[in-house]
């Protein structure tokens, strides 16, 4: 069976079975498992953006999530974490700070992030064979070295690599696009 036809269970990265914990995997298949692929599981996501600098010592959930709006709560839980340990008061540049916004405090923007939490469990499709509630395998980039993360198919569509990438302008564009395969 092709790699692109597997029904995946969840979303999160692929390991081989004998190096993640039993507690911190899911098995790769929806429904009954099959034979050929039972040496591979889900275990947590290796996105960079879950373990980049001091995310790496945080007490997160990096999964693997059984269904996209636990991803996406996840995602917001990363954010108010970051937030509560190292936000501090800021004033937008230009040409946001034309607009009046003044300082923003750290509390306000995780008490932003608690209000889309309360929406997240809405934002996916809620028949779970829509489109974009199907897992596909994703690979940020084709340079060697980069993992491969399987999420959902409404967050593959193409969001702007700056999100993925800090440094963006030094980003070739030929590998700007995320590869479906």
Not at 43 to 56: L, V
Not at 159 to 166: A, G, I, L, M, N
């Amino acid at each position: 069976m092709k790699l692109s036809k597997i029904p995946f269970s969840a979303t999160g990265s692929l390991y081989l079975l004998k190096d993640i914990a039993s507690g911190a995997r899911m098995p790769l298949c929806k429904g009954t498992e099959l034979e050929e692929h039972k040496e591979f599981c889900f275990g947590p996501t290796a996105d960079y953006m879950f373990w980049y600098g001091r995310i790496a010592a945080m007490n997160l959930n990096r999964g693997p999530w059984q269904n996209p709006a636990d991803y996406l709560k996840s995602r917001a839980d990363k954010e108010i974490e970051w937030t509560h340990l190292y936000g501090k008061p800021i004033e937008p540049d230009f040409p946001y700070n034309a607009m009046g916004l003044g300082v923003q405090q750290p509390e306000d923007f995780s008490q932003l992030l608690r209000q889309y939490q309360t929406i997240t469990p809405h934002l996916p499709p809620e028949d779970p064979a829509h489109h974009f509630n199907q897992l596909v395998l994703c690979h940020p980039d084709r340079t060697p070295g980069y993992n491969a993360i399987i999420q959902p198919h409404i967050l593959t569509a193409g969001y702007p690599w700056t999100f993925e990438c800090s440094n963006a302008e030094a980003v070739p564009m030929h590998i700007a696009q995320k590869v479906l395969v």
